[in-house]
């Protein structure tokens, strides 16, 4: 597996990865270790992180600190913040995120609040958060993770959707802001993607991207001070559909995963 030149001299030499035991998260960290840079992995499930720090110190030699935060409670990020103040970070992956599909009335109104946190507003505390430690060094970088086609709504997923639109919108707004105190900011905005979450849900197989090359991809965009990566050609067509059609596209495969009972 290939990856992208990541300068430690800009970027490092700490990153901080959420989100990263699984997926898109995981290869984040890997292809950051990969880099020599040292790695914070944050996640809910201690296990799945002492086994990937595990990998980082046989395979990469890499320092590592774990931090299990649930980034869905409002005191996920702060114990984050608080667990790496003693450390020079120069990047921020906030990756973490999650998807159950259902009927947004069949349910209490607590899963769609905490949906909320995970998916926008734990990005929205970190980002301003670790921004400004970027700032008072003067260099680093920013890589927010939200999704294609969110604006457009998405029925059986709506609070969701809303949510990843308010943090591809918060990244876009930001991104020119960042760049004057000499930090790179770049959404990722993925499409149908083969990671464990995919597997979890039942959602299914549409020829999705990789996520060696979506995290890639990322990578390269945020050297590059791109504003905005959406890899693989789904993604980019999802983009480009009139918004009526992305949405009863994406409803209707999130209606199927509702009826099997897949949601939960």
């Known amino acids: 597996m290939t990856h992208i030149e990541v300068p430690a001299d800009r970027f490092g030499p700490w990153a901080v990865v959420t989100g990263a035991s699984a997926g ?5 960290v890997r292809q950051l270790a990969a880099n020599g840079l040292d790695v914070v992995i944050s996640a809910r499930r201690s296990a799945a992180l002492a086994d990937l720090g595990s990998q980082l110190e046989r395979e990469y030699g890499v320092r590592h600190r774990a931090v299990v935060a649930d980034l869905s409670h409002p005191d996920g990020p702060g114990r984050l913040l608080e667990a790496t103040e003693d450390l020079d970070v120069g990047l921020l992956v906030s990756n973490a995120g999650d998807l159950v599909p259902g009927e947004f009335l069949g349910r209490s109104l607590q899963p769609a609040l905490d949906s909320w946190q995970l998916n926008a507003g734990s990005h929205l505390v970190l980002t301003h958060e670790f921004g400004q430690r970027l700032a008072a060094r ?11 086609g969110a604006e457009n709504g998405i029925p059986w997923l709506a609070a969701h959707a809303a949510a990843k639109a308010y ?3 918060l990244a876009r707004g930001l991104h020119s802001e960042f760049a004057d105190r000499g930090i790179n900011l770049t959404v990722l905005t993925p499409g149908p993607t083969r990671t464990e979450l995919q597997n979890r849900r ?13 995290v890639s991809a990322a990578l390269k965009g945020l050297k590059a001070g791109d504003i905005e990566v959406t890899p693989g050609l789904a993604a980019r067509l999802l983009n480009k559909l009139p918004a009526s059609m992305s949405r009863r596209m994406s409803g209707r495969t999130m209606a199927a995963i509702v009826a099997q009972g897949n949601a939960g």
């Not at 898109?24 to 984040?28: K, L, N």
């Not at 003067?138 to 294609?148: E, I, Q, T």
């Open 24 to 28: 898109i998260g995981r290869e984040f």
């Open 138 to 148: 003067g260099r680093g970088g920013v890589l927010l993770v939200g999704a294609a």
């Open 167 to 169: 943090t591809n919108t």
């Open 202 to 214: 039942s959602v299914p197989d549409t020829g999705g991207t990789t996520v060696s090359a979506s």
